[in-house]
């Protein structure tokens, strides 16, 4: 996402606005309200609840009717239906300051509206902070053959919170096939014009990598997985998105579905003048199927480890296959009698998660241990590596994260306390 990194003008953005007339009927139901309660947001489990639509038509013509939108949302609907089912949604007070764009389904959006309405600070309590500043431990500097990239600054720890930042454009990631991919483009391009100045040239200055349409092409090369309702979407983050990518990383991302915030965490120490990096595909892939993976974004990755000997390569494949056939056989019945296979199947993949770099991951792999001694009744054994997946959860993938949650679940079954995290 550093790669190639060219500032467009406006003359290069291409409008197709008055090719097609746009629908503004919402879906709404004003009978119905959402149960969250912000109140105990950090140990409540969140109810897939149905909640008032966030505007329609109706609603349109009264005073601040698409609250918490600050424009009034702009959409289009198939040709078989009037009702409208992609659209483009605004607010330019979110979290106080900053501007969002969502292009979504107005289903999505009215699931919980108090996501991007301001948050209860029990919410932003929890958060330790960056340091004595807020200014990024790290600097945006040419990277030779990879364009820009982010180099740091100072001296990083492992664990500490690298870089905080919330979208500027969220989008769906499927859309309805009934909607048109001009008709799409069109809800994109008339949501982003209504975005601030300097976040249009914040999004017009990041990498391009497929052709055509510049705006399309940017959102493809740059954005991250993310969940809005726990709906999956594509969040652009403008500063994420110029940490390139490794296949063995320096720091990870974790995204939070409950504050829509992606954060940059150091995997390991840091020094000053090192650049950072991130993993765009998943850490245990094998080689030929990360490449696969990466050309999504543009790039043939040519990091350490890609750049190796086909010798080192096929070590490296070797351990992340073998990883693989041990969780299969951790998941195999016949083991239900045998804890000390277990115990032998746990030692090598731990030897495997330490020599490729996958600690990160560490988290499922130990819910998988888990499952395996509880299944054999070992419930002393299941319950200490319900607690380590836990643990390594809430790090690398966030509190709030639907697999922590799976996580606190599993404990609970083995009788563990998983408090807040």
């Known amino acids: 996402m550093g790669l190639f990194l060219p500032t467009r003008l406006w003359s290069c953005f291409l409008v197709i606005a008055t090719a097609i007339v746009p629908s503004t009927t919402l879906n709404t139901n004003d009978d119905l309200q959402c149960s969250w309660n912000a109140s105990n947001s950090l140990t409540s489990i969140i109810v897939e609840d149905q909640c008032t639509l966030a505007s329609s038509s109706e609603r349109a013509a009264q005073a601040n009717a698409w609250h918490p939108w600050t424009q009034k949302p702009v959409c289009v609907g198939s040709k078989t239906t009037k ?19 969502i292009v979504t389904n107005p289903e999505v959006v009215a699931g919980d509206v108090s996501l991007v309405e301001d948050l209860d600070s029990q919410w932003t309590s929890i958060r330790p902070p960056l340091g004595p500043t807020e200014l990024p431990p790290f600097n945006v500097d040419t990277i030779p053959g990879k364009g820009l990239g982010a180099v740091a600054n100072t001296s990083i720890r492992s664990g500490d919170i690298v870089l905080r930042e919330h979208p500027v454009i969220l989008q769906l990631a499927e859309v309805s096939r009934s909607i048109g991919r001009m008709q799409a483009l069109w809800v994109l391009e008339e949501g982003f014009i209504r975005l601030p100045r300097e976040d249009q040239e914040r999004v017009f200055n990041l990498s391009r990598s497929t052709g055509g349409h510049i705006l399309e092409d940017i959102i493809r090369t740059n954005t991250f997985g993310a969940t809005l309702n726990k709906v999956a979407h594509f969040g ?10 490794a296949c063995k990383p320096n720091a990870i991302t974790r995204f939070s579905p409950r504050t829509l915030e992606l954060q940059v965490v150091a995997y390991k120490d840091i020094m000053p003048g090192e650049e950072l990096s991130i993993s765009y595909s998943m850490l245990n892939m094998l080689y030929q199927d990360r490449q696969q993976a990466l050309q999504e974004w543009g790039f043939n990755c040519n990091c350490a480890i890609c750049s190796s000997s086909p010798e080192v390569l096929a070590i490296s494949d070797g351990h992340r296959r073998r990883l693989q056939e041990i969780l299969s056989e951790l998941e195999d019945p016949v083991l239900a009698g045998s804890p000390s296979l277990v115990a032998e199947l746990v030692d090598e993949l731990e030897d495997v998660i330490v020599i490729e770099g996958l600690t990160a991951q560490a988290g499922e792999f130990y819910d998988v241990v888990a499952r395996a001694y509880g299944a054999m009744g070992e419930m002393g054994k299941g319950r200490m590596y319900a607690e380590l997946a836990l643990e390594k959860l809430v790090r690398f993938a966030g509190y709030d994260d639907e697999r922590t949650a799976k996580a606190r679940a599993v404990l609970l079954e083995f009788g563990g306390q998983p408090g807040t995290g």
């Open 83 to 101: 009702t409208s089912q992609h659209c483009a949604f605004v607010k330019e007070d979110f979290q106080g300051s900053k501007s969002l764009l």
């Open 236 to 245: 652009l983050f403008p500063n994420v998105a110029r940490i390139n990518h």
